[in-house]
């Protein structure tokens, strides 16, 4: 293989050899990173929430009229909503997963006492204050346990401070909190609570409304009817017959009682998408960049091996004269380009962790996994060889004669 | 001869449209990216209120876990506790003070055929609407004296005003809010700053709230804030312990007389604490902070790490962009180092081929730079529908136009002077003999 001659005639050209180097390094450095930021995001999008998206939504209660009752509104409402036919049962919820804002609370197998506790003696988690019917309406799975009473729920007035004697908890909380044995019938404890409950269930799986937080796994389920200036209601219907069950429910809820302002319809697509919407712009943002990328620099490729077929005619022309062959000339191309991308790749490796180092630094980005800067090299130089196809072709189509003509 | 030059260049850039075309693409692509993630950037990192930067100060007082701090590392909370806040107005330090939560309640329009609909509110200080300077459409805000004897009185903003008043002056109107009837002083002009400087705990782009209503109104009404409410102990049963709580949330700010003030104020926040330390609250070591609003900007994290990490992005994009019409230029002009060795024979000196070639380069930047312009603004157009929230940190405005322009013409002309240079290096004698 002539790489001997293909690299000193490129050393001469110094010029278009680094203007070519320099961008397949700088495009593996980004396409790398972003491919890694992708990565990392979709799998963050791909996490399952635990519920049964697709069927819920949720509807709010805003009372206004004087001595509004709360407490009778909202058995009111819960019966008129589990008696609509097609929903499948609905609960009161004080917060939604996914839904970005929630109440978290620390939980820990021993008392906690906020002057001499360790921020280890406990984890966070969040709290969702539903009734009995909070399980079947959110559509999460009990694996070990039970379900709550229904003579397990109280009322939660706005002032109130004390846990109920009941909890349901997530797997991934109950895991952490009792690592070698099982949560079922073990005592819990939240702020400055030192009575304690009793953990009656362990759910598969629940998020909690923060999906940025890294404790989104953690999540306990307290049997309270909230009373509150506002109710929010989640129900839970088919998912084919969502929509239209929606307009029914915010109807028939506005109609029962006229003393309150029924309001914050949303389904869980719109839920999940806003909670999301951040990581998603970033993907699509980040895949337009690479697509550009690599589009500009396969043009940058093809104009600059081109301009060099046109610059060496004769030479070409030459060679075929003393009896290169039409593979000869193109295979020159190849091996060129493929020096050229190689140049670029060794710089562009350096650039990729450097540029993950400063991500990591200045955004605490994770590390670059090893394969990413391969997988990319391998596709820039793809790349390269695609694009110099064509200048490489028109090439070897040089005639023997050129050589012939006016020096 | 400028004009000639311009005549010479469109001739040689109309010669091989391929070429050209590429060239200015590029230039586009990578000022159209650059423009896009930039603009969002600097609406996102501007400062709203730069005149008062100097004068408006968050304190920020340390009452945390003596095991844990607000956040890492040893951040003091961003809001304040309730008696806090109370002992920063009573001790009459500051200039002006305010003190705000937000909260939700419903309107009942006086028309029963309009359905009573939810606004937000801002529960704050009369001194806020001085302070932050807020436009007012039709009259003002609340008096000193509505506010001490606690009178039912209320802002709009001008989209509530809108709804309800269908625009009109309300000043003196009254709005059954809440199940109580309040008296509208005043009614905002358009006021959205951007990021939401004065209160962003529940998000620095969120929208401001409907209407304003005195502080002491929510505390009247025993009301928590409706967005963040942090304990790191139990508060204890009913609001007067709510009040007497460890809990954070509360947003405060101070306005001092000048920058000098700054120093006098926190020395009296830290012999405040000192005198509290005695009463056994602030178990951590002293930690008060006085941001102003340039440093409380920065220190609160408000522009988002993926903006940082697109704007980084964007530009190596625009540097492959700019590497690339490098490239394309340098073979544009070397092809015509015959024409440059006739001209130069001719008499043309260096620099008169220097300027002929560094003009065609400029004419390509400038064209790049108004694809870019059409690139960034579809981009922006793109990002908001991303992002959904992002109407106010996705419009482009003059400086970001004459930015792109500026940014557009130095880049061709980078890229233009290589090129350029090499082309005056071109050797009459050798291209003459050779044809």
């Known amino acids: 293989m002539e790489i001997r001659p293909i690299f000193s005639a490129l050393m001469r050209n110094k010029t278009g050899l680094v203007l070519i180097a320099l961008q397949v390094a700088i495009t593996l450095a980004i396409v790398t990173n972003s491919l890694f930021i992708i990565k990392e995001r979709i799998e963050l999008m791909n996490r399952p929430s635990g519920i049964d998206e697709a069927g819920l939504f949720t509807v709010s209660s805003l009372p206004f009229a004087p001595g509004f009752d709360r407490a009778g509104s909202i058995t009111q409402d819960l019966a008129t909503l589990r008696a609509i036919p097609g929903v499948i049962d609905a609960t009161p919820i004080n917060n939604l997963p996914l839904s970005g804002g929630g109440w978290g609370e620390g939980m820990s197998t021993k008392p906690i006492d906020p002057n001499t506790s360790k921020p280890e003696d406990s984890k966070g988690t969040t709290i969702y204050m539903v009734d009995d019917h909070g399980v079947n309406t959110l559509g999460v799975n009990i694996v070990e346990g039970r379900n709550f009473n229904p003579d397990e729920i109280t009322d939660r007035n706005e002032r109130d401070n004390g846990w109920p004697q009941q909890v349901i908890i997530t797997q991934a909380l109950a895991k952490e909190l009792f690592p070698d044995e099982s949560a079922v019938g073990k005592r819990v404890f939240m702020s400055n609570d030192s009575t304690g409950s009793v953990v009656v269930g362990v759910l598969e799986r629940l998020q909690a409304p923060w999906v940025n937080w890294n404790g989104v796994e953690r999540a306990t389920l307290v049997p309270q009817r909230v009373l509150w200036s506002s109710t929010r209601y989640l129900v839970r219907v088919k998912p084919a017959e969502r929509d239209a069950m929606m307009k029914t429910v915010e109807a028939k809820l506005g109609e029962i009682n006229t003393g309150r302002i029924v309001r914050g319809l949303r389904d869980y697509g719109e839920i999940r998408k806003s909670a999301y919407s951040r990581d998603n712009a970033m993907t699509v943002i980040l895949i337009s960049v690479i697509v550009g990328l690599l589009v500009i620099t396969g043009l940058g490729i093809i104009g600059m091996a081109s301009f060099w077929v046109t610059q060496r005619v004769k030479q070409i022309g030459t060679r075929r004269a003393l009896g290169a062959r039409k593979f000869d000339i193109l295979r020159y191309f190849q091996v060129e380009n493929f020096i050229i991308t190689s140049i670029g790749l060794a710089a562009g490796i350096l650039l990729s962790y450097g540029f993950n180092i400063w991500l990591m630094q200045v955004f605490d980005a994770e590390r670059l996994a090893w394969y990413y800067v391969p997988i990319g090299a391998v596709c820039v130089w793809a790349l390269g060889q695609l694009a110099v196809v064509g200048p490489a072709t028109r090439a070897a189509r040089v005639s023997p004669s050129v050589a012939t003509r006016s020096v | ?435």
């Not at chain 2, 003596?66 to 304040?80: S, T």
């Not at chain 2, 009459?92 to 509110?121: G, H």
């Not at chain 2, 001194?127 to 459409?137: G, K, L, V």
């Not at chain 2, 980078?414 to 090499?422: I, N, S, Y």
Request: net charge negative.
């Open chain 2, 1 to 435: 001869m400028f004009a000639y030059y311009l005549r010479l260049a469109v001739l040689s850039l109309k010669r091989n449209k391929v070429l050209t075309g590429l060239m200015v693409a590029a230039i586009g692509l990578g000022i159209g990216a650059s423009m896009t993630s930039l603009t969002v950037f600097y609406l996102m990192s501007g400062n709203p209120i730069p005149h008062k930067n100097d004068v408006l100060f968050v304190p920020q007082l340390d009452n945390w876990s003596p095991n844990q701090p607000f956040d890492e590392p040893n951040e003091p909370p961003n809001m304040l506790t309730y008696r806090d806040a109370m002992a920063i107005v009573e001790s009459k330090q500051a200039k002006r003070v305010a003190i705000a939560f937000t909260n939700f309640f419903p309107v009942e329009p006086d028309n029963k055929e309009i359905k009573p609909e939810m606004v937000t509110s801002r529960l704050t200080t009369g001194d806020f609407f001085a302070m932050f300077e807020t436009p007012f459409r039709y009259g003002g805000g609340w008096s000193a004296q509505q506010e001490a004897d606690d009178q039912r009185v209320v802002v709009l903003s001008k989209a509530t005003n809108e709804k309800f008043f269908g625009g009109s002056d309300s000043v003196g109107k009254r709005m059954r809010i809440n199940g109580e009837e309040f008296t509208v002083t005043g009614v905002l002009d358009d006021w959205q700053p951007t990021p939401k400087f004065f209160d962003i705990t529940s998000g620095p782009f969120e929208e401001n709230e409907d209407v304003y209503m005195p502080f002491r109104y929510g505390i009247e009404k025993e009301l928590q804030s409706s967005s963040n409410n942090n304990c790191w102990k139990d508060a204890g049963d009913g609001y007067q312990a709510w009040l007497e709580s460890e809990c954070v949330w509360l947003v405060g700010w101070v306005e001092l007389e000048n920058a000098g003030d700054h120093d006098r104020f926190l020395g009296w926040m830290n012999s405040y604490v000192e005198e509290q330390k005695k009463l056994g609250r602030f178990p951590r070591p002293m930690n008060n902070r006085l941001d102003n609003v340039g440093q409380w900007l920065e220190n609160q994290k408000v522009v988002r790490r993926d903006t940082q990490v697109q704007v980084a992005l964007s530009f190596g994009f625009l540097a492959v962009c700019l590497i690339n019409t490098v490239g394309m230029l340098l073979a544009k002009f070397l092809g015509r180092s015959g024409e440059i060795g006739l001209r130069r024979a001719l008499g043309a000196s260096k620099r008169q081929v220097f300027a002929q070639f560094l003009t065609e380069a400029a004419i390509v930047g400038v064209a790049g730079g108004l694809l870019g312009l059409v690139l960034a603004w579809a981009g922006l157009a793109g990002v908001r529908q991303l992002y959904g929230e992002f109407e106010r940190l996705s419009q482009l405005d003059v400086p970001m136009v004459l930015t792109a322009i500026g940014l557009a013409i130095a880049s061709a002309i980078v890229a233009g002077l290589l090129p350029t240079w090499r082309a005056c290096q071109v050797a009459p004698a050798v291209q003459l003999k050779s044809h």
